[in-house]
């Protein structure tokens, strides 16, 4: 494994910073600090996308056939890096590295045709309904049914923890269109306008205050057909080719890196017995304890990037990336939430942290936001399949037990 960045990597990367530097509109890095890794939502989403779709960088990830740019795996890596850096909001993940590449690989043209240039374009923002009030770690229990009636399916049930539904404009949803067969075989990929009548959301406020998540209620929901993506009963495969095609996006390193440096800013800033935060040696120690696990998880992610032949399934492989991954992304939100000592405490409501300039006289800028961070970060451990669920695999398919 040669994991030097060459002339060409770093030429590139001084690319992206100039074109980040020019482009990203003034607004956004202060407000995606604030709103957070979840919450910054559809709005600042897709405006970013739309600058970068200009640019021809929309959809890095992607085969150039679709749209996608080409690059080299270390490429996206280090266009990845410089954006989290700037503060840039995150990519569309839903679109971009969930139902995108099950469209381009198991669509029709019609479908491709139809939805792949609206994603590019940053158009239209995507929920995921996969998970069901008893059909979370065990998702092939779900019990969403989808009833062919003449050219529409009729869909009736209940997902739950769609995160963003409230500002979405589609919805890629799990359904069981056969119950009499084994449960993963009945079950398929469908594509819903979330507009569609028989559609009612159910907001959930979750630990942090804010407003991400939602109870999605689908009643006699009539959706076309053609709207179904591959053969009724592939949709538990497109699950897995999921996790094979993203198998570095879930160890959120470059997410950790940025926020690792905002906690390192904090305690140089704080104060602690007449001296900065930073000088303090039980402090510093746990930064630098941290910092190693991030390069540590770091040097693995450029690994599996540089397609380093593993001897084990690349399944496990994620599993290991994203038990660590959502570890450590725990793990600097509860350093800064330390370093800022009793500041805190202070509650910004979900309005505060929207307006910039609503911050009490005299409370440091980057006090906003870093509790709410704290707060819902302790779901990263939950979302995307447990900790315990991924040792399970690892378990299972890396050393067979
Ligand atoms: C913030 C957030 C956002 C989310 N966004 C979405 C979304 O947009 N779309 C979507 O479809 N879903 C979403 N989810 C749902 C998420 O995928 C599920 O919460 C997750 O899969 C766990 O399922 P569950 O909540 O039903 O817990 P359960 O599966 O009921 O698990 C409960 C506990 O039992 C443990 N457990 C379960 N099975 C096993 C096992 N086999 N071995 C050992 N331990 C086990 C779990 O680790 C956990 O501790 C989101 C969740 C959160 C918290």
Not at 221 to 247: C, D, I, T
Not at 297 to 302: G, I, M, N, T
Request: overall charge neutral.
């Amino acid at each position: 494994m040669d994991l030097t960045i060459s002339p060409e990597d770093e030429a590139f990367r001084q690319e992206v910073r100039t074109f980040i530097r020019d482009n990203l509109p003034k607004h956004l890095p202060r407000e995606v600090l604030r709103l957070g890794y979840l919450a910054h939502g559809a709005k600042r989403v897709l405006e970013w996308g739309k600058i970068l779709y200009k640019k021809g960088w929309a959809a890095p990830p992607w085969p150039v056939e679709y749209g996608g740019t080409g690059w080299t795996d270390m490429q996206r890596h280090i266009f990845e890096e410089e954006c989290w850096k700037a503060d840039a909001p995150m990519i569309a993940m839903g679109a971009l590295s969930l139902v995108g590449p099950v469209i381009y690989t198991f669509g029709t043209p019609e479908l491709k045709a139809k939805f792949l240039p609206l994603i590019l374009r940053g158009e239209i923002f995507w929920a995921q309904g996969f998970s069901e009030p008893n059909a979370g770690s065990d998702l092939a229990s779900l019990k969403t049914t989808a009833v062919l009636d003449g050219d529409h399916y009729v869909v009736n049930g209940s997902k739950i923890w769609t995160s963003g539904a409230h500002f979405a404009d589609w919805g890629f949803f799990l359904v069981r269109t056969d119950s009499t067969v084994k449960a993963q075989k009945g079950i398929s990929f469908l594509l819903i306008d979330m507009k569609t009548p028989g559609i009612t959301l159910r907001p959930i406020v979750s630990i942090d205050g804010m407003y991400h998540l939602n109870q999605t209620f689908l009643d006699n929901v009539r959706v076309p057909r053609e709207n179904l993506v591959g053969e009724p009963g592939q949709g538990w495969s497109f699950g897995k080719f999921l996790l094979e095609n993203e198998r570095t996006g879930s160890a959120f390193i470059n997410y950790t890196k940025r926020e690792w440096a905002k906690a390192r800013d904090i305690a140089r800033a704080e104060m602690k017995n007449g001296k900065p935060l930073i000088e303090d040696p039980e402090f510093s120690r746990r930064l630098a304890k941290v910092q190693i696990e991030i390069q540590a998880l770091e040097y693995s992610v450029l690994r599996v990037l540089s397609k380093e032949k593993s001897r084990y399934d690349s399944i496990a492989v994620a599993a290991v990336l994203k038990l660590h991954g959502s570890d450590l992304h725990q793990k600097v939100t509860e350093l800064q939430y330390d370093a800022l000592g009793d500041k805190a405490l202070h509650h910004f409501t979900e309005a505060q942290l929207e307006d910039p300039d609503s911050d009490p006289p005299g409370m440091p800028d980057y006090v906003a936001g870093r509790t709410a961070e704290y707060l819902i970060s302790r779901a990263a451990t939950i979302y995307g399949g447990s900790q315990q669920v991924q040792r399970g695999i690892i378990a299972k398919l890396a050393f067979g037990l």
